[in-house]
């Protein structure tokens, strides 16, 4: 009709640009997930016998579980037959040892990715551990990182450096059988990183680690363990963004975060899954279990999320307040765009006492995409004095989205004071025109104005991940917006 | 530098503007009167380039260009300022930021640089001071949680910040006290020059006892009745709107025979 509704389609229309795939040789075994293949993944990785025998006890664990369906998602059955759950860059020998050994078409794609290693870890002074698909290639700042005592690595190297870590703490705050997606990550996980803050150190760097799925039909399983002792510190960075693909890719991951007494750790992901074409064909399907345990008192721990990718996104990153006196954050802005569905919130679950949660979530849905917020706020009897506020604010772009939210609140003890505020709103013509008048085109005033809704969120990320979130947001939403 | 010719316009098929004509020329103030709902905001929102209305006939040329044609960012690109009857908010937008943005893309449209960050803040602030607008606004979200005095000063200030060819102020008096009028009156008269043009539009004759229209426009039914000088605003203060039903009706009743 209007001139409008045509350039917002446009803008709707923009191809993903991280589209593009790696010509690498590959070490893939077949499709499908038995006892044997588990064993295979255990022993491609020389893995103590512990971590076979909790493999196999999450694989039997989860085929007698069956896929969750309460989410507000549709997607066609998955078959778990179907699937490679293993493949690793065929380097010579065991990996490289510094980024001259690394596959020269590796760092062609993080370049294209906007993410030169070398001047990022020059200019940010950000350690980098890059997963490409399944195994950890490169890791850098150990040396800096180890003076402090501060531990990352591959999940897969932590196994045998530090066992008495991981057998303590792995599973620990999800543990097997939690749920279908993380008891398949379980068995099959094929790495992630592994970061232990020793007693009192404030982490001298922004810990960061970019993933890629790359190879077709391979889902990735990627298992973060985070540990942060008595009064230290840590902020970490998760950013991702994959290849064009036709068919569905699962991604199930898990993050475990334990906070102990006076701990603080702040989790940042802006994620950009390849979220299918505007008709919905491909696209990541993005499983992912993410839980903090803030164990001790006085314990912190701040999601902050920017999603903009992936097909399907079910994703919940929640915190646990045991400790008296701890605090969760959850400060998330899911966009959906085209076919995109997201269903995606937190559980803030208070044991303890004066325990505070704050939630704060955006969603932006245009296109025909489905955005649901869903967030549980359980105060336990034991949790007197426990606070907690929730906003949540949606964002529609056109007439052919949706959002919905679904908050759960359980209140077990009187003296919990909890607040929920909840808006939906559209961009409205009037501040589209205000902007032109004003000299912006529309395009630009889009951006501006769901970056404007957006801000609360984006001032918890660090600096360069808020501008990284912005030009995102902004790239996601090309032709999105009118 | 404005010339609107016979034109007629129509929203969903009920015409509102019904054969418009009008000369501006720069260093002129108009002022447009008439009773609500006889076309005056949409003549106001039409000249900046608001979707939704159909043109059936007629022109608006606009420094020697065609004006229709041009996007709403681009009449503003030329220098068509609009100060909303009603300013929006847009939440977790900077003011300052947006008005940057505009005054970029409009220099950049000229070929100019950009401001830098500090030559920006020396001229807002001088702005600010014009329109008596506390500096506090300048970092608070557009309009968000802004009085109605205080939306129409933002949009004086605005208008001061981005310097337009032509400024169209849709009853920026309206829903003004006194005090706030004088401000809005003194900062529009500050802008007076001999190469800008405005165009009041007022329900009114109220503001233009701060602003000396140079030409008065009484417009009803979509037709602009009668054009004066700042005595017909005084006129119509007298007498209100309703001779103008009684004229309307002899003008039909006369083209009917």
């Known amino acids: 009709m209007s001139s409008t509704s045509e350039e917002v389609q446009e803008f709707v229309d923009q191809q993903y640009k991280h589209g593009f795939i790696t010509d690498i040789e590959t070490d893939t075994i077949g499709a499908g997930l038995n006892e044997d293949v588990i064993r295979i993944i255990s022993g491609k990785k020389g893995e103590p016998e512990f971590m076979l025998e909790w493999r196999l006890a999450a694989y039997r664990k989860w085929l007698t579980m069956s896929e969750p369906t309460w989410a507000h998602v549709r997607f066609d059955p998955i078959d778990y037959q179907d699937i490679i759950y293993y493949s690793a860059p065929k380097s010579p020998e065991d990996g490289p040892k510094s980024l001259d050994d690394v596959d020269p078409k590796l760092l062609e794609t993080y370049e294209k990715l906007g993410i030169p290693l070398i001047e990022q870890q020059m200019l940010a002074g950000v350690a980098v551990d890059a997963v490409f698909d399944s195994v950890s290639v490169v890791t850098t700042f150990k040396e800096k990182l180890a003076e402090a005592g501060v531990v990352f690595c591959p999940l897969s190297e932590a196994v045998h450096s530090h066992p008495e870590l991981v057998k303590k703490y792995l599973g620990s705050v999800v543990p097997t059988g939690d749920n279908f997606f993380s008891t398949l990550n379980s068995a099959v996980f094929s790495d992630g990183s592994f970061v232990y803050i020793p007693k009192g150190v404030r982490c001298p760097m922004e810990l960061s680690t970019y993933f890629r799925i790359n190879e077709a039909k391979t889902g990735q399983f990627e298992r973060t363990l985070i540990i942060a002792e008595e009064g230290s510190h840590v902020s970490y960075l998760e950013g991702c963004t994959a290849p064009m693909r036709d068919e569905n890719q699962l991604h199930a991951a898990v993050v475990e975060l334990i906070i102990l007494d006076n701990a603080e750790i702040k989790y940042s992901t ?144 009187s003296s919990a004071q909890v607040e929920h505020e909840a808006t939906t709103s559209k961009i409205s013509e009037d501040q589209l025109f205000y902007c032109q008048q004003r000299g912006i085109g529309e395009e630009d005033a889009v951006s501006m104005i769901v970056n404007g809704f957006c801000k609360s969120v984006f001032k918890e990320l660090p600096m360069e991940f808020a501008v990284e979130a912005g030009k995102l947001l902004s790239v996601s939403l090309e032709g999105a917006v009118g | 530098m404005l010339s609107i010719k016979d034109l007629h316009v129509s929203i969903a098929g009920k015409p509102i503007l019904k054969g418009i004509n009008l000369e501006v020329k720069a260093g002129e103030v108009h002022a447009i009167m008439g009773p609500n709902g006889s076309g005056k905001s949409t003549l106001s929102q039409l000249l900046a380039g608001r979707d939704g209305y159909t043109i059936d006939s007629g022109s608006v040329t606009y420094k020697d260009q065609d004006l229709l044609e041009l996007a709403p960012e681009e009449r503003s690109w030329e220098g068509i300022f609009l100060a909303f009857q009603y300013p929006v908010e847009i939440p977790g937008v900077n003011n300052t930021y947006l008005l940057r943005a505009g005054l970029n893309a409009i220099r950049k449209h000229h070929g100019q640089d950009e401001v830098s960050a500090v030559d920006f803040l020396k001229l807002v602030r001088e702005k600010a001071k014009l329109v008596e607008l506390d500096e506090s606004f300048l970092s608070r979200s557009v309009n968000q949680g802004f009085s109605g005095g205080e939306k129409k000063r933002n949009e004086i200030f605005q208008m001061a910040v981005l310097e337009p060819s032509l400024a169209i102020l849709d009853e920026t008096d309206s829903g003004l006290d006194i005090d706030a009028l004088r401000v809005v009156a003194e900062g529009v008269n500050k802008l007076r020059s001999e190469e800008r043009a405005f165009i009041l539009i007022t329900h009114y004759q109220r503001l233009l006892d701060y602003i000396e229209p140079d030409f008065v426009h009484v417009l009803s039914d979509g037709q602009i009745q009668r054009s004066g000088d700042k005595t017909l605003a005084l006129e119509l203060e007298r007498e209100g709107y309703a001779w103008l039903d009684t004229e309307t009706d002899i003008a039909s009743e006369a083209g009917a025979a």
């Open chain 1, 270 to 413: 802006v994620q950009n899954w390849y979220p299918g074409d505007e008709n919905g064909v491909g696209g990541i399907y993005n499983f992912v279990t993410k839980r903090a345990l803030c164990a001790g008192v006085n314990a912190k721990v701040s999601w902050t999320q920017v999603e903009t990718g992936s097909a399907i996104t079910w994703k919940y990153p929640s915190c646990v307040l045991r400790g008296d006196n701890s605090v969760g954050e959850f400060y998330s802005v899911a966009l959906t765009n085209n076919c995109q569905q997201a269903d995606t919130g937190t559980k803030m679950i208070h044991l303890g006492k004066n325990t505070r949660s704050t939630i704060i979530s955006k969603g932006i849905s245009a296109g025909r995409g489905e955005n649901s917020y869903r967030g549980l706020v359980r105060i336990a009897k034991t949790a007197e004095g426990a606070r907690n506020y929730t906003q949540c604010d949606s964002l529609l772009i056109g007439d052919t989205c949706a959002a919905h939210t679904f908050p759960y609140m359980e209140i077990g003890n």
